[in-house]
């Protein structure tokens, strides 16, 4: 009798036991070892059951690790240790952790269930593995501001969930990947928001393949890398556009007359790059607000009529061959910013009395003779 109450009182203090201890004990494997291997955890990482004392960055669902996130908490690691084997894993998120100075391992595409991967302002470094093109329920990938070196994988072209795609701020070289028979391209990402590629060292053409009308690309941002060849005239046809920002490369041509047809787009960087043939027309494109074509290789213009464009608040054209008078009706209350120096304005400059008095103008290096104003001289004139 009393044995079997004893007995009775331990299988019951076991089933507690195994209730209360919910996580999965693989996933407990996981996280334990990178316990003692990693530095600077949350303090109430303690125990032998993550899931269920609620351990600062986990969530589970069923026993299941679903979420580690643990942006910006100051950890810090040499390898990513055995986060792959977390199989159930839906969101991952350690950006800004500069202290983690890891490779992304082949073995992240056992992450099947991942639908966010953020790893922003770390120090990975390596290559980005292309089995990530396997992790096919991928929604946001965001691996800018690392020092990931290699070709953008063209599996990632496979990731058609995808609306989030940053890779900025890294060392990454080689083409901007586009379907070519076997090998996958960005174009087949036609849910993508974002393609943000700047800054860093891809080379070669912006592909006319790269755009079509299926796409929903509001900010395409390929700033600061070695890009040659044209401006595709394909890329007009994303009507969802609002920023396009292809500054400082080395582009080349003319820039394509049907760039006018995204008519959302609102901020349009071209400067810095050897763009020639007339000044683009950008007549139509009425959302524009921030316009930079500065450093280009035009053909001499008189000042293009769209540059009254009523919704301009930031005009940029530092060194682009403009020649003539000023138009005073260029002068608008929306205007805060004009920069035509290192240009051959000449003539009288004449602002008019619409112009808002926040409005900061640099002219330097023109050959302009005089000025006049119709009301009180109250802007910042250079
Ligand atoms: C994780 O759980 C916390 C509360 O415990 C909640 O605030 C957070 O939104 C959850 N995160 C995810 C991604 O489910
Ligand atoms: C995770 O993946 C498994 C197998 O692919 C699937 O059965 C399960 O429904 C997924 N879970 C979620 C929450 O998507
Ligand atoms: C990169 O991340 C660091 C913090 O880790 C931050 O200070 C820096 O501003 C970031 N750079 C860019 C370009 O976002
Ligand atoms: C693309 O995704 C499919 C699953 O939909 C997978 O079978 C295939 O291996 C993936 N291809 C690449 C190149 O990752
Ligand atoms: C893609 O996203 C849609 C909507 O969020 C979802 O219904 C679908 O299951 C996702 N596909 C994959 C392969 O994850
Ligand atoms: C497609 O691949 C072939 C063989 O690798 C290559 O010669 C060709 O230049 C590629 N075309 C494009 C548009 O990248
Ligand atoms: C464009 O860049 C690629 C890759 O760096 C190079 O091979 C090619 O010669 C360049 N083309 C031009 C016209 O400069
Ligand atoms: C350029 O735009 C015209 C219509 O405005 C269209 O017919 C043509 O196909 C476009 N070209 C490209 C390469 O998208
Ligand atoms: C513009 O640049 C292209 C490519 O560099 C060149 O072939 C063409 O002659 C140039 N056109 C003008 C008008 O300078
Ligand atoms: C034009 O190029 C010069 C040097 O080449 C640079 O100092 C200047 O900032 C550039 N202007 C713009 C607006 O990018
Ligand atoms: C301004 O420059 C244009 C074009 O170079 C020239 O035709 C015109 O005579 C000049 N006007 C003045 C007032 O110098
Ligand atoms: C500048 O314009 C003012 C007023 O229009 C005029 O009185 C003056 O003579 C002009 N100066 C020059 C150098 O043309």
């Not at 201890?21 to 032998?48: E, F, K």
């Not at 953020?118 to 120090?123: A, I, N, R, Y």
């Not at 349009?268 to 007549?283: E, F, I, T």
């Not at 400059?349 to 023109?366: A, P």
């Amino acid at each position: 009798m009393g044995l079997s109450i004893r007995l009775l009182a331990m299988i019951v203090c076991c089933r507690i036991m195994v209730i209360a201890a919910v996580t999965d004990p693989s996933d407990l494997a996981v996280l334990t070892a990178i316990r003692s291997s990693w530095q600077n955890l949350p303090p109430n990482w303690r125990g032998s059951d993550p899931c269920g004392s609620n351990w600062d960055g986990i969530n589970c669902t069923n026993s299941r690790v679903t979420t580690l996130n643990l942006a910006g908490t100051g950890v810090r690691t040499n390898e990513i240790g055995d986060i792959p084997s977390l199989t159930m894993l839906q969101y991952l998120d350690l950006s800004n952790n500069r202290g983690i100075k890891a490779n992304l391992p082949q073995s992240i595409q056992q992450l099947h269930n991942l639908t966010t991967l953020m790893l922003v302002g770390c120090s990975f470094r390596g290559q980005i593995p292309d089995s990530i093109g396997s992790l096919k329920k991928l929604g946001f990938l965001g691996l800018n501001n690392n020092s990931f070196t290699g070709p953008i994988p063209p599996t990632i072209g496979n990731l058609t969930n995808l609306t989030w795609l940053d890779l900025s701020d890294n060392q990454l070289s080689g083409l901007i990947p586009i379907t070519n028979g076997t090998t996958l391209g960005l174009e087949r990402l036609v849910n993508a928001r974002h393609f943000h590629l700047a800054n860093n060292k891809l080379s070669g053409p912006i592909s006319s393949q790269l755009f079509n009308s299926e796409m929903k690309l509001i900010h395409v941002i390929l700033n600061n890398n070695q890009l040659n060849g044209t401006i595709p005239a394909s890329i007009g046809t994303v009507g969802t556009l609002e920023v396009i920002r292809l500054d400082s490369n080395s582009l080349r041509g003319r820039v394509p007359q049907n760039i006018t047809n995204a008519k959302n787009v609102n901020e349009l960087y071209l400067s810095n790059n050897n763009l020639n043939g007339s000044v683009p027309n950008l007549v139509g494109m009425d959302s524009l607000f921030y316009v930079d074509m500065s450093n280009n290789s035009f053909d001499t213009s008189d000042i293009p009529s769209w540059f009254r464009l009523e919704s301009l608040t930031t005009l940029l054209m530092d060194k682009t061959q403009l020649q003539g008078e000023i138009p005073s009706d260029m002068f608008h209350p929306q205007l805060e910013r004009l920069v035509l120096s290192n240009n051959d304005l000449n003539g009288t400059l004449d602002i008019g009395n619409r112009y808002s008095s926040d409005l900061i103008v640099d002219l330097s290096n023109n050959s302009i003779a005089n000025f006049t104003q119709e009301s009180g001289y109250n802007m910042s004139l250079k």
